[in-house]
Every structure is written in C-alpha cells, then in structure tokens.
C-alpha cells in the first residue's frame, strides 16, 4: 500500500509510541472540522504559530485525522547529532534560510504534495508577535506552491499551546493540564487566480484569502473578532545602520 508522505513504519511507530501517551497525559483536546482533512492526496494544512510546542501538538491532530504532517524544520536541526537523524527518519523538510538553497525547500515541499503528501506550513514564517495572538501577515510561499501544484489548502486554528510553552520559554508549563483547541474549516477557495501569472500581487492577494480563512477558524475559537490589519513583523524591525 502506498504511504506518501510517511516515514518508514518502524521510524513512524517508534515516533507515536513514544510522544502520543505523553500527549494524552498533558493535554486536553478540543478538536472539531475533522472532516475538512482529507484522507488521501496532497493537502496543505495552513496554521497559525503561537509557540514552538504547536508543531508537535498539531502533529497528534494530524495524526489522528490519518495523516502523517510533514513540516518543513529549519535545516539547522537537520545538522544536530541524533535528532537530526530522527527528523530525516520521519521525513521532514529542511528550510534553508539566507542561503543559496533557500528555494530548495518550497521545491521539496511541492514534490512532496505532488506526491500526495499532507504538508504544515506557518504562512506567518515564525511565532506570531501580534500583543494579542493573532496572526501576523503571511509570506506568500504558501499560496505559490498552492497555485502550482493545484491541491487545496485547509486552513486551521488552534489555541492553547501557548499556555504549554509561551514563545521564548524552554521549559514547559505542564501543570495543570492545558486544553489544546484545533478547528479546521473548508479549503480555501483560489479558484479566482487559476490560470493567471504567479506575480507578487496574485500571491499577496491569495495570501490574504489564506490568513483571512485561518483568523476565521482563530475568531470562533476565541470567541472574538480578529483585527482588520494583521500585524507585520517587517514594520517593528528597525532599519539596519
């Protein structure tokens, strides 16, 4: 039986075995829009980043739902002895930032949906620094790799892993338990831009269609509106002297 996506099955057993019981005994799940991710096919999963926890968290909804999350990780933890390994084992995908082989990612991430793979991206690019949690504007790279492979993209929230383990922090806040909250919506519709050039200004607006959809999922899980203008990280980073 084909398994896109997935890691050889011992890597794979090996990695649930020994985080999904850990999962259980920490964390409280609200999941719902399980029927939003589909089974088989390449899919992109567009979250929200609140914490360097959500990855792991998001990866047992995943999971659950029959998928196998494929992320693309910062290439330098492919370089680390033994977790490098692993992260290589259970078929992750490096980012080359700043490099000449930044672009090398998107290309593995398209071969990967291509061949039927179910791929996590942050559009955001990093944890988001909005004061209120919300998401920041998105990179255009999801949207690109949408557009030219032509399989949809699920947009998903979720809540709580920021309780787990605030942006910054290295230690964990394990108790009390923490409730995770996932809600996944319906694809994104891009059916507006199929046929027309991939210029900045196709992607920006897809992008936008993309991070609109995710606030959506984020806004009935607060239980607030989201704000008119996502926060832009670029514009808080001072100009270099």
């Known amino acids: 039986m084909s398994r896109p ?112 793979a179910c791929v996590i991206f942050y559009p955001e690019g990093t944890c988001t620094r909005d004061p209120e949690l919300w998401p920041m504007s998105g990179k255009t790279g999801v949207a690109r790799l949408a557009l030219s492979t032509g399989v949809p993209v699920i947009p998903v929230a979720h809540w709580g892993a920021q309780e787990l383990l605030p942006y910054g922090e290295k230690r964990p806040r394990l108790l009390p338990r923490k409730t995770f909250s996932v809600i996944a919506g319906p694809p994104v519709d891009l059916s507006k831009y199929e046929g027309l050039p991939m210029r900045a200004a196709v992607l920006r607006e897809a992008t936008a269609d993309i991070m609109g959809a995710i606030n959506q999922q984020l806004g009935e899980i607060r239980n607030e509106k989201a704000p008119d203008l996502p926060f832009d990280l670029r514009q808080e980073i001072p100009p270099a002297s």
Do not use: M
């Not at 609200?30 to 990866?59: E, M, T, Y």
């Not at 910062?74 to 084992?89: D, E, Q, W, Y």
């Open 5 to 116: 996506g997935r890691p050889p099955f011992l890597w794979e057993a090996l990695a649930v075995a020994l985080i999904k019981p850990l999962l259980l005994l920490f964390i409280k799940r609200r999941w719902k829009g399980r029927q939003h991710i589909p089974r088989q096919g390449g899919v992109i999963i567009a979250a929200n980043h609140l914490s360097w926890s959500d990855p792991v968290l998001f990866a047992h909804y995943a999971y659950d739902n029959g998928r196998w999350p494929v992320y693309l990780a910062k290439s330098g933890i492919f370089g680390v002895p033994v977790l490098g390994h692993i992260v290589r084992k259970l078929r992750q995908i490096a980012v080359h930032r700043g490099s000449t082989d930044a672009a090398r990612s998107l290309k593995d991430a398209e071969q990967a949906l291509r061949d039927g």
